[in-house]
């Protein structure tokens, strides 16, 4: 399918190690955040979300953290996978139910 | 996701034709939404429906329209394609409510405009 990386930052991995994407937000005002995996030639799929009245969540191998101060979010995955290898997007509440996307990060995964 | 569907999934066309792309859902949610992604940048918003009498515009609505026949179907229109409108269109969905924000994503359509 059509790559959707180009240009983007890039993060290799080995396999087993922990990554760290991470995103700047703009809005100060955002109450809600979100992270999505794309894979090539897929739609973006759902990991996690975090409110603004958290610092940390936690899912399956993935944890999302929240800085509000320096406006920063991370999403950390524990022992990557091959299969994790795709472009990570964050995205903010930008008003009424809408969504404001960062322009991704691409993770690579070697075995 | 099955749950979200797009058709057509790749599309060629030429610099002023209509073209229509169609997005349909069986998640029950009321709120649709259109993106478009280029290479290197993230989703814009091209038009959102919170139900079927709702239409909104998004950041980037100009060249295209909307038409939400259904709760379960939205699509989005290209009344005179341009070259710059090649691009993945993506299709989402979403449930009012405490989790309003978490969208879901159909599969994208790929248009060439020639």
């Known amino acids: 399918g059509e790559s959707v990386g180009l240009h983007l930052p890039t993060l290799s991995v080995q396999e087993g190690d922990n990554s760290i994407i991470n995103c700047a937000y703009s809005n100060s005002a955002s109450d809600y955040f979100i992270w999505y995996k794309q894979e090539s030639g897929k739609g973006p799929q759902f990991i996690i979300d975090?409110?603004?009245?958290?610092d940390k969540r936690q899912g399956q191998r993935v944890t999302v953290l929240l800085n509000k101060t320096v406006k920063h979010l991370s999403l950390q995955i524990a022992a990557t996978q091959p299969g994790d290898s795709a472009v990570y997007f964050c995205?903010?509440?930008?008003?009424?139910?809408?969504?404001?996307f960062g322009k991704g990060t691409m993770l690579l995964v070697s075995p | 996701d099955a749950d979200v569907t797009q058709t057509p999934r790749n599309r060629i066309t030429k610099t002023g034709k209509r073209i229509m792309l169609e997005c349909s859902q069986t998640?029950?949610?009321?709120?649709m939404y259109w993106y478009r992604q280029d290479p290197g940048l993230g989703l814009r918003l091209i038009y959102y429906s919170f139900d079927v009498k709702d239409i909104n515009k998004g950041e980037i609505s100009d060249g295209y329209s909307v038409s939400r026949q259904a709760q379960a179907k939205f699509s989005l229109s290209l009344e005179s394609a341009i070259p710059n409108q090649t691009a993945l269109y993506f299709c989402?969905?979403?449930?009012?409510?405490?989790?309003?924000?978490?969208?879901?994503f159909g599969p994208g359509t790929r248009l060439t405009v020639l």
């Open positions: 989402a969905t979403s449930d009012p409510g405490p989790n309003r924000l978490t969208q879901y």
């Open positions: 998640k029950g949610h009321d709120r």
């Open positions: 975090i409110r603004s009245n958290m």
């Open positions: 995205a903010e509440n930008a008003g009424y139910s809408t969504l404001t």
